[in-house]
């Protein structure tokens, strides 16, 4: 466990610190010239906002956003955004809703799944940043998991899901759109035992645009909590 500011006492930190304070160790992974991928959520907003400073400093950065808020946010602090990169991704920020402690996660508390997980697909690192509370030692699945969800037929796709054992909630009544224009189902299925096994079995359901269950794709996660900051490592790092 590492320290960032010893004089903090961190049994007094609030949730949004913690954020902060993730988001700003992330900062230290950020090289001149990288592409990056840029997550969404308020963890990420942190992150975002930081790089300005990055910038100012002669530190070139160029990326891709998950959402619109993300790209717009980032646009503002500097960020050269690109709509249509074709290359791998050097390093992706993002947050999540729930991680356990092999890397698995699930994402799309803000709608942003589709995108956040072509990027983080595309990535060479996938940097998770969180505050302690998105740990769950005892599995993901608490969380509701997101569906996206094209709006054809979508009672049929909530059927064939609610089948293989979800019971799936439209997100604001049905009213609820992706930047993409698609429809969110919020999806309880308790706790996964085998999450890369049931991301398949979603996936492979016709109307299902992406889930929100994230298997083997962090790299490493930077967790704030009331001890301090600490980096879990999946995978190697490859700068
Ligand atoms: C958006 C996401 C976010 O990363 C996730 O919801 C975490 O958000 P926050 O940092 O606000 O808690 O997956 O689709």
Known sequence: MK???????????????MKKVAATEALKLVRDGMILGIGTGSTVNYFIDALKDLIAQGVRIRGVATSIDSSERARAAGVNVEEDYAGTV???????????????????????????????????????????????????????????VLPY????????????GGICIFRENGKYRTDNGNMVMDCDFGI????PEMERK??????????????????????????????????????
């Open 202 to 239: 979603i996936k492979m359901i016709p109307g299902v645009i992406e889930v929100g269950l994230f298997a083997n794709l962090a790299t490493m996660a930077i967790v704030a909590g009331q001890d301090g900051v600490r980096t879990v490592n999946f995978k190697n790092f490859s700068p």
């Open 90 to 148: 050097d390093l992706d920020v993002d947050g999540t809703d729930e991680m356990d402690g092999s890397g698995n996660l699930v994402k799309g508390g803000g709608g942003a799944l589709l995108r956040e997980k072509i990027v983080a697909y595309n990535s060479r690192n996938v940097c998770i940043i969180a505050d302690e509370s998105k740990f769950k030692e005892n599995g993901i699945g608490t969380f509701r998991i997101p569906v996206e």
């Open 153 to 164: 037929l979508n009672q049929m796709t909530r059927n064939q899901v609610e089948k293989i």
């Open 192 to 195: 996964i035992k085998d999450p």
């Open 3 to 17: 320290f960032l500011n010893p004089s903090m006492d961190f049994r007094t930190v609030t949730p949004e610190e």
